[in-house]
């Protein structure tokens, strides 16, 4: 093993990636039904789902990729502009959606389409969550597996496997409850290191906090508003933001069973709503550390003594070089773990909700004879490990083929298509009482193709998707039933 950081960094990553696994296991324990497994015994306090629900959306890619955003040439802080529209989708959520979910003892997002379409619906879009999801995932674990790759001198399949391994062995044993505290845990150690590193940066530049603050008014970086209406424009502006990312927070964060599972995991509706909607005002802040970090980066290798004359890494790798290269002993461990922080969190999700969509969505209502609790929960384990072997082994085929970051891009893209279609068919069943299910499938199936041809055939800006896939599914779905009135 080759390592390209210090021993004692990587004694903390390694230290930090075996505290995990064992605090998930240690939390996790004395599970006896699904409820217990799945849900968390529905007993989770409102805090932990606030944190839980934060740490799932924060992958390695969002703190890699944002400092890259602010520190390109003419970045600047506008990206901040879609936190606005995450809030507003989340109230819209607590409004129209949360209800939905709180009647009866549900165990996800799909059985309320099932009680208003029918089983087809509740079936088709489990089952499209399940495919989008585990491939979606899987590659963010491959590029999660890069960056211990670089930091440790592992092989990649190595590195792919171990950090697979141990997400598994914590999320397959602890269940819903191991994931949500290890996430609040995941939050608080990401956030410190994300804060960390933005003091170091500061620190290094010449000047000071004085240089950064008047580097990033020169140069434009402290711009945050842009309010331009474009549906093309590929930069973020207040309409998008606010419009395009209402929509696909409502999509995210309403109608996946990844976020579902936690609101379904809280007390009540009314604790589940508080920390819906207090996690758009952190998402929020932490988004705006990200950003000043990237600000902070900028300044830094134009202005320090040590980088002149040399070239910043660009996008995803600028942040992770310095890390490696510029951060003190001890500290950049502390960073490296907060990485890995951000990427377990959506991986034992992930995980955890998989398996309840396929038990419970699939499995379960196939089967003639019921099953005991004891039973269940065996599934339950089954099925979690199962899609832990699945997205290890789509991340290493990944890595045996030899896909750039780019490709994984684009197909990320594509595995995110599914979530405004979605959204379009909840619409439907809130506010389109007379469609039925044929109709409702067939909208679907007419906004999937729409939004494909918008997102592969012209220059829509990516946070149009949702509202787009939602849009035409709306539409589309209330004129099939009067085609087939």
């Known amino acids: 093993m080759d390592l390209n950081i210090s021993l004692i960094d990587a004694l903390i990553v390694i230290a930090y990636l075996a505290g995990v696994m064992v605090f998930g296991l240690w939390m996790g324990r004395g599970q006896h039904t699904l409820a217990d497994y799945f849900l968390g015994s529905r007993s989770l306090p409102w805090w932990a789902l606030l944190l ?64 208003r379409f029918g089983r087809l619906s509740r079936r088709a879009a489990s089952s499209l969550f399940l495919v989008t999801r585990n ?25 792919v496997v171990l950090l697979g391994l141990i997400t598994i062995a914590y999320t397959l044993m602890g269940g819903a409850r191991s994931v949500i505290w290890n996430d609040c845990l995941q939050f608080v150690v990401y956030m410190v290191g994300a804060l960390a590193a933005w003091m170091i940066i500061v620190d290094r530049v010449p000047g000071g906090m004085t240089a950064v603050t008047e580097f990033a008014r020169e140069s434009g970086r402290l711009r945050l508003f842009d309010f331009e209406f474009s549906l093309l424009k590929p930069t ?21 069973q990844l976020m579902v ?24 802040g932490q ?74 969505d699939v499995w379960l209502p196939l089967r003639r004879e019921p099953l005991d609790a004891a039973g269940q929960l065996r599934a339950g384990r089954l099925a979690t490990a199962l899609f832990g072997v699945v997205q290890v ?25 599914a979530s405004g279609p979605v959204l379009g068919v909840y619409l439907l069943g809130v506010f389109a009482h007379g469609v039925r299910q044929p109709a409702a499938i067939a909208g679907f199936v007419v906004g999937v193709l729409i939004l494909s041809v918008l997102a592969f055939g012209t220059a829509l800006y990516w946070p149009w998707y949702a509202a787009a896939g939602a849009l035409v599914t709306l539409a589309a779905g209330m004129a099939a039933q009067k085609v087939m009135r």
Do not use: C
Not at 261 to 282: C, P, T, W
Not at 300 to 319: I, Q, T
Not at 393 to 399: D, Q, R, Y
């Open 261 to 284: 599972q936690r609101y379904l995991s809280g007390r009540n509706q009314r604790d589940a709503a508080k920390a819906l909607a207090a996690s758009g005002f952190i998402v929020a």
């Open 287 to 360: 988004f705006a550390v990200f950003l000043l970090i990237g600000v902070a980066l900028a300044a830094f290798y134009a202005l320090s003594p040590a980088m002149a004359g040399l070239d910043a890494p660009a996008g995803d790798r600028l942040f992770a070089t310095f890390i490696v290269d510029e951060m003190p002993a001890g500290l950049a461990g502390i960073t490296l773990a907060s990485v890995f922080a951000a990427a377990m969190s959506t991986l034992s999700s992930s995980l955890n909700s998989s398996a309840t969509a396929l038990v419970n």
């Open 135 to 159: 491939v979606s995932d899987a590659l963010r674990l491959f590029l999660t597996a890069l960056v211990l790759q670089i930091v440790l001198g592992l092989d990649l399949s190595v590195s």
């Open 236 to 256: 973020m502006t207040f309409w998008a933001g606010l419009v395009g990312g209402a929509f696909l927070t409502a999509a995210t964060h309403g109608t996946d």
């Open 52 to 115: 839980s629900i934060v740490a799932t959306e924060t992958s390695t890619v969002t703190f890699l990729s944002l400092p890259g955003i602010a520190a390109a040439p003419g970045g600047d802080l506008t990206f901040l502009q879609i936190t606005i529209g995450y809030i507003a989708g989340r109230l819209l959520i607590i409004r129209f959606l949360l209800p939905l979910y709180f009647r009866g003892q549900n165990f996800t997002a799909y059985q309320v389409l099932e009680s």
């Open 393 to 417: 082994g789509i991340a290493l085929a990944f890595g045996a083929l030899d896909f750039s970051e780019s490709v994984v891009a684009n197909v990320l893209k594509v595995a995110g298509f």
